[in-house]
């Protein structure tokens, strides 16, 4: 499938490029974005961020058509701040972040990403780390399944998925993706699957999510990637999930509002030191969800730094 970077316009015009700034791109992918940014730049540089070695070969040889202008990281952006300061980078002009599955992965059915394929079950965006999608699954006790299923996936038959789960593993454990998406699809009234899509979507983002941490990853880079922003400094994030554009949304909000006590009369509100970009949530133009089905779920936030 050809590669088509989500919301591309949108994200370049709220990043509003300087050409000799300093930017990250703390998901590279395939490097649609990046591209992006780097032919804005003049003297700039761009800093990226991937940890998929597939995703470091593809910056590899973008940062041979741009010599001297890319600096490319391998490490999880929750790292921010870790590997800026060991490079001797300060401030950051703009920074981007798109947040879940890349293209790549999930369309590599050895990944174990999609219900598509029927492939061992492990969903590790980083394929160095020890827990997978095959020990969440069969090592998990049921109420921490169930937890996982409601919370991260906002699954209404939650405790009947984990409970056939539970029993089926007593058997022999749960090796694949076709055989979780039978028991999920086994969990289900009939009625209800009439109704619905793939029965298995809102379980296999909650696997996800608490393999790789996600949401806790999110929580850690929000607050290290605005504390590096230049004045008029911009972050900007596509998130693909109700649960990171809540959590983005509301950290937003707390900093582009100051907190004064009713009692203190004021002529004027002090200004906060962040401001919301764009009062409302961006989402694809209906030309880009005919060209590109999965930017149907993509927002874009994005703030800056006064």
Known sequence: MEHLP???????EALDIKKDGLYVDGTFGRGGHSRAILDKLTTGHLIVF????????T???LSIEFPNKMTIIQSNFKHLNQELDARGFKN?????LDLGVSSPQFDDPSRGFSYRFDTRLDMRMDLSQSLDAYQV???????KLMHIFQVYGEEKFAKQIARKIEKQREIKPIETSFELVDIIRSAYPSKV??????????VFQAIRIEVNQELEVL???LEQAVNRLNPMGRLVILT???????????????????DVPSKIPLQTLPLADYELVNRKVITSSEEELNQNPRAQSAKLRAIRKR
């Open 193 to 202: 699957l009439k109704q619905k899509g793939h029965p298995a979507k809102q």
């Open 50 to 57: 991937d940890q998929d070695e597939r995703a470091i070969e």
């Open 59 to 61: 910056a590899q040889k």
């Open 240 to 258: 693909f999930h109700s649960l990171e554009d809540r959590m983005v949304k509301q950290y937003f909000s707390k900093l582009s509002v100051v």
């Open 92 to 96: 950051i002009d703009g920074i981007l």
């Open 6 to 12: 989500i919301m591309l316009l949108e994200v370049i």
């Open 219 to 221: 929580k850690s880079v």
């Open 137 to 143: 699954i069969n090592h998990y006790s049921f109420e």
